[in-house]
C-alpha cells in the first residue's frame, strides 16, 4: 500500500512552542516520592535528592515545562505546608489511600530545585477549591518577590535569598469537579477574583491561566472566554484517552484488533476538540492572544493489576506510542493556538514517559517518542496533507497516517522534520513525503522509528528494551521526494536537509 | 456537563481496600507448581516484607506501588527493595 504526504515548505505557520512538550507531576501515587524525589539519604542514586537516572531522562527529552503539585492534589495544596525544615514540616497519613504518608518532604523549594535539575520551566497550579486568596496572594510573594517583604523574608529565611521567575500559573484546577464542582459563571468570578492577586512583581512576566474545561464542555470555554478574556493569558483544557470510558477501563496490555482501533479513534478527537474549542476562542479573541493549554492529555488504562488502583500505575505498549504521536502531531497543527500541553504524568502514573520500581527505571515507548518529536521544539509548523486511506475493523474506522512537519532554518542548509504514525494495526505503508516549493535539492535525509514485531510489547523492568527507537532506512526518491517504508503499528521521524 | 469527582471516586475505591481484603483475595488465587510461591516461601516473603520500612498500612509497597503479598504469590516475583532484593536466598 502506497501513501503520500506533501509538505508545503511555503506555508509556514506558527512556531511550534516548546512547551507543548511540557509534562505533569502532581502528588499521587510514586510521581513524585519514589518517581522524581527519594531524598538525600535514599541508598537510589540522586541528586540533592532527585533521582539521578529520572533526571537524566527527562533532560534527554529536552523537557521544557513540568506543571506541580496537581492536578486534583493542586486544590488541596496549602503551600505553607512544605516549607521550612522538614522535621516540622506536617505529615498526613492519609488511610483512604492505603496509609500513605504526605509528609511535605517535597514542597516549594523542592520543586523549583527539580525545575533548576532539569533546565525546566515551572507551572505551578494554586489552590482555589480550598485555599484563600490570602494563600495563593502570598505564595506568589513568597515565589517572584525580590525585595522587603515578609513572604521574600521567610523565603530567604529557609535558604533561598533570590526569587525563582515564575512563567506560569494556573488559577485552580478541574474546578468543574475536584477543584470546587462550581459552574462555569461561578468560577469566572472565582478566577477573576484570585487572578487578582496573581501580582508580576518584576519584569518576568507570570503567565495566568485559567481552569478549563473537561472535554467537550464547550459551555465552559464560551463563559470563561466571555467573562474573563482580558485577565488570563491561557485557559486549561484536560482530555484523556480510554478505551471505552472513564467508568469502564480497559488493560493497558491485553487488546484486540478492536481494543486498538477504539483507542486510536479516541486520540483522533483531540483534533475535534481543540478545534472546536478554539473556534469558540476565535469569537473573543480572533487575535489568537490566549493560548489553548492542554495541561491533562495521554492514554488512561485500567491499573496493573496487584498495584494500589489508587496510584493509577500503568503499563505502556505500542498503541500508547502512537497515541502519543498522533496527539502531538495535532498539537503541533494547531500550534496557533495550543501554545502548552501536558502529558499525564511524568513518573509512574498514568501514560508516563518513565516508570521506576526501585533502583530500577524503565523508558517506555511513549519517552522515545518524545524523543523523537523533540526536534519539532520550537520549529516553524509547515502545511503538511496526506489523503490517508482509513484503517479499521467492523465499524471502527481511523485515519491510517498522521502527519505535522516544522522546518527550521540552518547556516548552509534546513533541516525538515516530518512525524508520520501508521495507525494501521496490521498493515504497513510504502510512504513518500514530498516537499513542494523546494528550491534547493535533498541533500540527506535520514529516519527514526519506534515499533515492534507485536503491538501489545512494552518495556519492563525484566526486559526493558524491547520497544525502542531505531534507524529507519529512506530513500532520496526524487530531489525533492523522500520514500519510507513505514512498518504497521509505528511512528517515525524523518529529518530532511535541504 | 461532567458531575463527577476523580478523586472521591478514587478514594471511594481506595477505602474499600483493606490488609484483609489483600489477603483474603490472594489467598483465593489458584497454586500452580513451579509458577506460584508454596506457602512457606510465601510466609517467609511476608514476613520481611513486614520489618521492611517501605511497607505501608499493612499492604503496600512504597518501592513499586503494589501489594507485596501479590508479588510473594508469584515464585519469580522479586523485592524491589532499592539495591537488594530482600527475599533473596
Redesign the interface.
Known amino acids: 500500500m502506497k501513501e503520500t504526504v506533501i509538505v508545503d515548505v511555503n506555508q509556514k505557520k506558527s512556531t511550534i512552542s516548546p512547551d507543548i512538550y511540557g509534562h505533569f507531576s502532581e502528588h499521587l501515587?510514586?510521581c513524585i516520592?519514589?518517581g522524581f524525589w527519594v531524598g538525600k539519604d535514599?541508598?537510589?542514586p540522586n541528586i540533592h535528592g532527585y533521582r539521578s537516572d529520572v533526571l537524566q531522562a527527562f533532560k534527554d527529552i529536552d523537557i521544557p515545562n513540568l506543571r506541580w503539585p496537581g492536578g486534583?492534589f493542586a486544590d488541596e495544596y496549602h503551600w505553607k505546608d512544605g516549607i521550612g525544615p522538614k522535621e516540622n514540616r506536617k505529615r498526613m497519613i492519609n488511610?483512604?489511600?492505603?496509609?500513605?504518608?504526605e509528609d511535605n518532604s517535597f514542597g516549594t523549594h523542592e520543586f523549583m530545585g527539580l525545575c533548576d535539575e532539569l533546565g525546566c520551566k515551572p507551572y505551578i497550579c494554586g489552590n482555589v477549591g480550598s485555599g484563600t486568596v490570602q494563600e495563593m496572594d502570598e505564595w506568589i510573594e513568597y515565589m517572584t518577590f525580590s525585595g522587603e517583604s515578609p513572604m521574600s523574608r521567610l523565603r530567604e529565611e529557609n535558604g533561598h535569598k533570590d526569587a525563582w521567575k515564575l512563567p506560569y500559573f494556573g488559577v485552580g484546577n478541574?474546578n468543574?469537579?475536584?477543584g470546587g464542582?462550581m459552574r462555569a459563571e461561578f468560577y469566572a468570578d472565582q478566577y477573576r477574583r484570585y487572578q487578582t492577586f496573581v501580582r508580576q512583581y518584576g519584569p518576568d512576566k507570570i503567565m495566568k491561566i485559567a481552569g478549563g474545561a473537561?472535554?467537550d464542555?464547550y459551555?465552559w470555554t464560551d463563559v470563561l472566554m466571555k467573562n474573563a478574556l482580558g485577565f488570563m493569558d491561557g485557559l486549561s483544557l484536560h482530555n484523556y484517552t480510554f478505551e471505552y470510558s472513564?467508568e469502564d477501563k480497559r488493560s493497558a496490555t491485553e487488546y484486540n484488533d478492536a481494543g486498538w482501533y477504539r483507542v486510536i479513534k479516541n486520540a483522533y478527537r483531540m483534533d475535534e476538540l481543540v478545534r472546536r474549542h478554539s473556534e469558540i476562542m476565535d469569537k473573543y479573541d480572533p487575535a489568537k492572544r490566549v493560548s489553548l493549554v492542554v495541561d491533562e492529555w495521554g492514554c488512561w488504562h485500567k491499573t496493573?493489576?496487584?498495584?494500589?488502583?489508587?496510584?493509577?500505575?500503568q503499563q505502556n505498549t505500542v498503541r500508547d506510542a502512537v497515541v502519543a504521536g498522533i496527539i502531538l502531531n495535532i498539537f503541533n497543527n494547531h500550534s496557533d493556538r495550543v501554545r502548552i500541553a501536558n502529558l499525564a504524568q511524568a513518573v509512574?502514573v498514568l501514560q508516563s514517559p518513565v516508570l521506576t520500581?526501585?533502583?530500577?527505571m524503565v523508558l517506555t515507548p511513549t519517552w522515545y517518542i518524545l524523543h523523537m518529536y523533540k526536534a519539532h521544539q520550537g520549529a516553524t509548523l509547515l502545511g503538511s496533507t496526506c489523503a490517508t486511506a482509513a484503517a479499521g475493523v467492523e465499524n471502527i474506522s481511523v485515519p491510517a497516517l498522521s502527519v505535522s512537519a516544522s522546518v527550521k532554518p540552518g547556516k548552509g542548509s534546513d533541516t525538515y522534520t516530518i512525524t508520520v504514525c501508521n495507525a494501521d494495526a496490521a498493515k504497513s505503508r510504502t510512504v513518500d513525503i514530498g516537499l513542494t516549493g523546494l528550491v534547493k535539492n535533498i541533500v540527506k535525509a535520514e529516519a527514526q522509528i519506534v515499533t515492534s514485531g507485536d503491538m501489545h510489547d512494552c518495556n519492563t523492568f525484566e526486559k526493558s528494551e524491547v520497544v525502542t527507537e531505531k534507524a529507519l532506512a529512506v530513500k532520496i526518491a526524487e530531489r525533492d521526494t523522500v520514500s519510507i517504508e513505514l512498518p504497521a503499528h509505528s511512528v517515525a521521524s524523518v529529518t530532511i536537509h535541504a | 456537563m461532567p458531575e463527577r469527582c476523580i478523586r472521591c471516586e478514587l478514594e471511594k475505591l481506595q477505602s474499600l481496600i483493606t490488609p484483609e481484603y489483600i489477603l483474603n483475595v490472594v489467598d483465593n488465587l489458584p497454586e500452580e507448581e513451579g509458577v506460584t510461591a508454596d506457602k512457606s516461601e510465601y510466609e517467609r516473603r511476608m514476613k520481611i516484607c513486614g520489618a521492611c520500612e517501605a511497607f505501608t498500612g499493612g499492604m503496600l509497597c512504597m518501592h513499586c506501588g503494589s501489594y507485596p503479598a501479590y508479588r510473594a504469590h508469584v515464585l519469580a516475583g522479586t523485592c524491589p527493595y532499592p539495591g537488594k532484593n530482600k527475599w533473596e536466598k
Open positions: 501515587g510514586r516520592y519514589g535514599s541508598s537510589v486534583c488511610t483512604n489511600w492505603g496509609g500513605v504518608v478541574e468543574w469537579g475536584c464542582n473537561n472535554v464542555d459551555n472513564w496493573e493489576p496487584g498495584t494500589n488502583p489508587g496510584f493509577l500505575y509512574n520500581e526501585g533502583d530500577k
